[in-house]
Nanobody, 124 residues
Framework: QVQLVESGGGLVQPGGSLRLSCAAS????????MGWFRQAPGKEREFVAS????????YYHDSVEGRFTITRDNAKDTIELQMNSLNPEDTAVYFC?????????????????WGQGTQVTVSS
């Protein structure tokens, strides 16, 4: 069955960095766009970043542009999110997602595949 397994979350101080990874299985990963959403306590789930099937087009939420970088390795069926200059507003559960289209304008309710999420906490 389809599985998206995130790893790499944790506690980091403001200004620090984390790298999230997502291992995908159970579907032809190279045919799907992939990305990351996040959900902070009391807030709606929001788009963070996405990457197209071939990896040559990426999208970012304005709040993470220039700080986060999304990459994918179709040979290993994985994607990563490098997060730098983290601040407390980045604290959230981060979800790996996959669908034929993953772009900022697409509501999270329409995304087909989800991981279980990994907690990222930015605090001193």
């Amino acid at each position: 069955q389809v599985q998206l397994v995130e790893s790499g979350g944790g506690l980091v101080q403001p200004g620090g960095s984390l790298r999230l990874s997502c291992a995908a299985s159970g579907f032809t990963v190279s045919l799907y766009a992939m990305g990351w959403f996040r959900q902070a306590p009391g807030k709606e789930r929001e788009f963070v970043a996405s990457i197209n099937r071939s990896g040559d087009t990426t999208y970012y939420h304005d709040s993470v542009e220039g700080r986060f970088t999304i990459t994918r390795d179709n040979a290993k069926d994985t994607i990563e999110l490098q997060m730098n200059s983290l601040n407390p507003e980045d604290t959230a559960v981060y979800f790996c997602v996959a669908d034929l289209i993953v772009v900022p304008s697409r509501t999270y309710r329409a995304i087909e595949y989800w991981g279980q999420g990994t907690q990222v906490t930015v605090s001193s």
